[in-house]
């Protein structure tokens, strides 16, 4: 398969509501945090890799929608009342797909997966078993600040069942051992900075995947 736009999105979170208004106005104001930033990183990364047709849509997260948990669970314990679920909480991870949607993609299937940091490999896999099904899958790794600072991250890329111009040859690698550890955290950054003859090899635990120029 093959590999389009990866595109590494950091963010501010003092920068995040003018950012999220600045690409999409209003059109967002009702969604969550974590779906807003799901679309900032997936927005991109269509405009980069250009064209139009069918795709599904699969990304994962670590922590989910961090911001939604703590303003309830915050607002709940402050009124001594016990935390329960939410289904607004709940349903975050899932919006960015039907946000796409609404805006003009066929989205033909989503997944939204919780992954340890080095269980990244299982988003090229899982894209590869889609693409016998549909064109184009959009794959991300998003999460929220955390309560230590720092930016919000929202990492996509384009996986093709069939070559394109600009696109990187994407397969797993047979020995995982001579490949650079890798986490959900930089990846896709790391392939969207790779320059060279050499194809570059990355690990998730025991499972590695190649990447390289196709011409």
Request: with cysteine; charged share 20%; hydrophobic share 45%.
């Amino acid at each position: 398969m093959y590999l389009l736009a990866p595109t590494a999105l950091r963010v501010a979170p003092e920068d995040f509501a003018a950012r999220v208004r600045a690409r999409f106005a209003s059109e967002l104001r009702r969604a969550g945090r974590f779906a807003q930033l799901c679309l900032l990183g997936a927005q991109a990364c269509l405009d980069a890799a250009g064209g139009d047709g069918p795709l599904a849509v699969l990304w994962a997260s670590e922590f989910g929608a961090l911001h939604a948990t703590r303003a309830a669970l915050g607002e709940d314990l402050a009124r001594g009342e016990a935390a329960m679920p939410y289904t607004f909480i709940a349903t975050q991870p899932h919006v960015a797909g039907a946000l796409l949607a609404q805006r003009s993609h066929t989205v033909t299937r989503t997944a939204c997966l919780y992954l340890p940091a080095d269980a990244w490999p299982s988003l090229p896999r899982l894209a590869q078993r889609w693409l016998a099904e549909c064109e184009r899958v959009l794959v991300g790794c998003v999460e929220e600040s955390g309560s230590g600072g720092g930016a919000h991250r929202s990492d996509w890329c384009l996986f093709r069942k069939r070559p394109t111009a600009g696109a990187l040859r994407c397969e797993r690698a047979l020995k995982a051992e001579s490949a650079a550890v890798a986490t959900a955290q930089d990846w896709i950054p790391r392939v969207a900075a790779w320059r060279g003859p050499s194809p570059l090899l990355l690990r998730g635990g025991k499972d590695a995947w190649s990447f390289a120029s196709d011409g």
